[in-house]
């Protein structure tokens, strides 16, 4: 089982430094992929802006969106977007997409509620496909590039927790980006379980499992706890929902506690036949990163 690392990009008070801070140790680390989200009504960078940004600063690490949602973009254009960063990144793109939770994001931009489906994000993943392959959409003179490094456009995986959101996406995606709020195993496992067999039935090679979860590492002895740590970003992160609901939910949502225990609990993961877990840091503190890069490197 592979480690990734999330960037801090739903924490306040970001700038270009600190961005390409956590963008070079996660490069130089034991880390499997750098991820990062989008969100649109909220204080977060740009995701395809940052993608751009991400491929320059790093070399080997690659680079996943978890996740981007089709529907809140041209299709053509975010297939352009998603091409360019393919190539400025040499191929190291896996573009992770979803319907989004969050009807703010979809008038923020005047998209159509009416696509926040399984079928709206399809449809647009055929045309994503189309364009990667050089066909022309119009009757312009040239298709639309440039094309992407890897042939048939940067792998996709499909971001749910819904298994027939899985069953659906095993037509076009090749594996899945999941989270899971509770670190509940054998639920996890009975969405692996649902994979495994929607990518059989379509007699596709088995896909990439991915879950993620948010992380604090600490003790408190020496200030607020992990606990603590994840609860504030929860109630920042979580600004749709009303504060009583996310305090209500924030003791048993998440990881916190010790390296030692952190390790352990990916080792279950690992015993469940996880391809892979990306962490979501709950601080822009660079010290949470490197210290999760020390349990990483076990499973490096």
């Known amino acids: 089982m592979r480690i990734g690392m999330t960037m801090p990009v739903m924490e306040p008070g970001l700038d270009a430094d600190l961005l390409r801070t956590w963008a ?7 880390f499997s992929s750098l991820c990062w989200g989008e969100r649109i009504a909220f204080d977060n960078p740009d995701a395809l802006t940052l993608l751009g940004a991400l491929s320059a600063w790093t070399r080997r690490v690659r680079l996943v969106t978890t996740v981007v949602v089709p529907q809140l973009h041209d ?5 352009k977007a998603l091409a360019t960063g393919d190539m400025l990144c040499g191929g190291r793109l896996t573009v992770g997409l979803g319907i989004g939770g969050r009807h703010e994001d979809y008038h923020a931009v005047g998209a159509d509620t009416g696509t926040q489906n399984i ?11 189309r364009v990667w392959a050089g066909e022309k959409i119009t009757e312009s003179v ?12 940067p792998k996709l995986h499909v971001g749910t927790t819904g ?24 639920k996890q496992n009975e969405l692996f379980d649902v994979a495994r067999a929607a990518w059989a039935d379509a007699a596709k090679p088995a896909p990439h499992l ?33 504060a009583d609901f996310v305090d209500a939910i924030a003791p048993t949502t998440g990881w916190a506690g010790t390296e030692d225990e952190l390790a352990a609990t990916l080792r279950r993961f690992a015993d469940i036949g996880t391809d892979e877990v990306q962490l979501i840091p709950t601080s822009s503190d660079p010290e949470q990163l490197r210290r999760a890069a020390d349990v990483a490197a076990e499973f490096a």
């Not at 079928?119 to 496909?129: C, E, S």
């Not at 040239?142 to 456009?153: D, R, W």
């Open 75 to 79: 299709p053509v254009m975010l297939a």
């Open 24 to 30: 070079t140790e996660i490069d130089d680390g034991p």
């Open 210 to 242: 991915a879950t993620s979860f948010w992380f604090a590492l600490g003790t408190g002895d020496d200030g607020e706890g992990p606990r603590e740590q994840v609860h504030r970003h929860l109630r920042h992160y979580m600004n749709w929902i009303p």
């Open 163 to 186: 298994p027939k959101t899985i069953r659906n996406a095993a037509s076009w995606a090749s594996g899945v980006a999941g989270v899971t709020l509770d670190l509940d195993l054998a």
């Open 142 to 153: 040239l298709p639309v590039g440039p094309g992407p490094v890897q042939a048939g456009g």
């Open 119 to 129: 079928r709206g994000m399809a449809d647009r993943v055929d045309i994503m496909r």
